[in-house]
């Protein structure tokens, strides 16, 4: 009692934080606590004060010589969510070499499942509105993976690991199908000479690769510059996480004997520190003295010479992925104001094709295109994902992606259209989200072993 009395608070804080953090849910929770403030906020008479947040401007360097000035939205879409991005690439990539994607027909499938939840919702989307209305097709399109992670989140074993790796590829795949559209559909805001200069940033990085330059802050430098020239580009940056992710070298397994000479002398010098201690009787603890700072620290530089540069990014940029960096884009993207007229045909055209595309449209989409793969033998689902579950996670993929909201003004731009298509990417996501979630409470966790 004595020791809780004289903790500081910063060290409850940091207790509690951590207990929280350790629930297989908690970053989940946090996403989706995030973005239903946004919607309420958006949709409160706070709306004013929250939409000038989020479109409040900053920028870095001068504006008039080519200065980046972004709205608070735009910095957490393009920003933080090149966070997530990496941390989703790192995953990917450590599956790749020794995991469950060494298998090139369990790779293969997230590519197959997107390019079917993409082609299969914009027919869907077609088939509904066959006149001017059509060109709203790209809408139902890409997938929010941020959303669709987070309630993953939430179901524990319910949802295993092979299942949220195959989700993730998914969602690169289908966000890289994206802005392939959105370059060949909606050019005008892309300017190809930047391309090249993001072509220039990958070959560094490359480079960089090839010599086994260990060191971070090259990396760091080619990514900044590709993340600008992605922008620049009219793309978007979110993906450098993902050329980050690919290019940060593996580093050889260091010899275990100075590593151990290492750690025995810290270990012995705290059991040398432990003896004198006891022989004073002064009442002093162990973690009070240098020693004990001294030990530590060299324990940890020994642990970390263990982890490649890529291993040590992903430890140390995973916690602020989860609880800030998508937190923080939940809450600048969800905010969609819950205002449209529905009464004209075309408008209810549109919205039934977006929301039939997003939710029905892609889990049949992925599911069939798998399926198809399976009897083909040319690709297979997760092994540890039960059928339910895989529908589940499926469904999931059907939830919409602030970039939805951005081909809807885009392909209705000034109109009244638009409205009804970014109600359509909401309504689509809640059912896409309710029924994912229906199917994985039904399905049962899989059998582990032992």
Not at 335 to 361: K, W
């Amino acid at each position: 009692m004595l020791e809780a009395i004289e903790r500081p608070v910063g060290a409850r804080v940091r207790r509690t934080a951590r207990a929280f953090a350790n629930l297989p849910a908690s970053a989940g929770i946090a996403l989706l606590l995030a973005a239903a403030a946004a919607l309420i906020l958006a949709n409160s008479p706070l709306a004013g004060l929250y939409h000038g947040l989020v479109s409040a401007r900053f920028g870095i360097g001068p504006a008039a010589g080519g200065g980046l000035s972004l709205s608070v939205a735009e910095w957490c879409s393009e920003g933080l969510l090149a966070v997530f991005f990496l941390i989703l690439g790192l995953e990917i990539r450590r599956e790749a070499r020794a995991g469950s994607f060494a298998d090139r027909r369990v790779a293969l499938a997230p590519a197959l499942a997107a390019a079917a939840g993409a082609l299969v919702p914009a027919a869907v989307y077609i088939g509904l509105n066959p006149g001017a209305t059509a060109a709203g097709w790209p809408v139902p399109v890409d997938t929010g993976i941020a959303f669709t992670l987070g309630i993953l989140a939430l179901f524990g074993t319910r949802a295993p690991a092979g299942l949220k790796l195959f989700v993730a590829a998914y969602g690169i795949a289908d966000d890289l199908i994206t802005m392939v559209i959105l370059a060949a559909f909606h050019p005008r805001g892309v300017h190809a000479e930047w391309l090249f200069a993001a072509v220039g940033a990958l070959g560094a990085m490359g480079l960089f690769n090839r010599w086994r330059v260990y060191a971070a802050w090259p990396y760091v430098l080619a990514t900044i510059g590709l993340w600008v020239a992605l922008h620049q580009a009219g793309v978007g940056g979110a993906l450098s996480g993902i050329a980050l992710a690919a290019f940060l070298p593996p580093r050889p397994a260091p010899q275990a004997t100075p590593l151990l000479a290492q750690a025995a002398t810290a270990l012995s010098e705290l059991e040398h520190a432990e003896r004198e201690l006891k022989k004073a009787g002064e009442g002093r603890r162990l973690d009070q003295e240098p020693v004990w700072d001294w030990a530590s620290r060299n324990l940890s530089a020994a642990a970390e010479r263990l982890l490649s540069p890529a291993e040590r990014t992903e430890r140390a940029i995973e916690p602020w992925s989860s609880y800030a960096a998508l937190p923080l884009f939940a809450f600048t993207a969800a905010g969609v104001t819950l205002a449209a007229n529905l009464g004209q045909p075309p408008a209810l055209r549109v919205f039934a094709g977006v929301a039939v595309g997003l939710a029905i449209a892609k889990p049949i989409g992925i599911v069939g295109a798998v399926w198809l793969a399976e009897r083909v033998k040319l690709a297979v689902r997760p092994e540890d994902a039960r059928p339910l579950a895989f529908l589940g996670a499926a469904c999931l993929c059907g939830i919409g992606d602030p970039l939805s909201l951005l081909l809807a003004d885009q392909a209705f731009p000034g109109s009244p259209l638009a409205a009804a298509a970014k109600i359509g990417v909401l309504a689509g996501s809640v059912v896409a989200a309710g029924l994912g979630a229906l199917a994985l409470l039904l399905s049962r966790p899989p059998v582990t072993e032992g």
